[in-house]
């Protein structure tokens, strides 16, 4: 392989050749593919991660795992589903997957579901987007959270 760099410094151009060969197919090993770099978890699915998401889950009585904040959403859907949760007027938890890749990749593990957000209550796995807007629009979901409405709603 054969590396090349140009780098432009105000009106002097200068370049810079380098080459680097790296043999990769498997018989150019000087040792056994035991020896090979491996990964010990893929992302999001170490013990620690999981582990960190259960307590999360459980700790927290209405749990949302979304792209953003509540404040500022990076997606329609997870804003889409804070919309839902603000109408509702319901206390909740959020963590932004965008800021933690192994969470993002997590998540998606824990409840086999794949794609963000994800809302958890009392510990259980609800749904994404698509079945928070389902629950909302027949009742449902209002049912569910009835507990979890803000306290000073409830006064």
């Known amino acids: 392989m054969r590396v090349t760099s140009q780098l432009k410094l105000a009106s002097h151009s200068l370049s810079l050749s380098q080459t680097r060969t790296y043999n990769t197919s498997p018989s150019n090993f000087d040792s056994h593919s035991d020896f090979e770099p491996k990964l010990k978890h893929p992302v999001g699915q170490s013990p620690e991660t999981q582990d960190m998401i259960k307590s999360h889950v459980t700790e927290n009585p209405v749990m949302l795992y979304m792209k953003g904040s509540p404040n500022s959403p990076q997606c329609g859907f997870s804003a889409k589903t804070v919309q839902i949760l603000k109408e509702l007027k319901v206390d909740f938890s959020s963590v932004n997957v965008l800021q933690y890749d192994e969470i993002r990749e997590g998540i998606k593990t824990y409840a086999g579901w794949p794609t963000i957000p994800q809302l958890y209550v009392g510990g259980e796995f609800v749904g994404g987007c698509d079945i928070i807007t389902e629950m909302y629009e027949d009742g449902s979901l209002k ?10 709603e409830r006064a």
């Open 143 to 152: 049912e569910e959270l009835k507990e979890y409405v803000s306290e000073k």
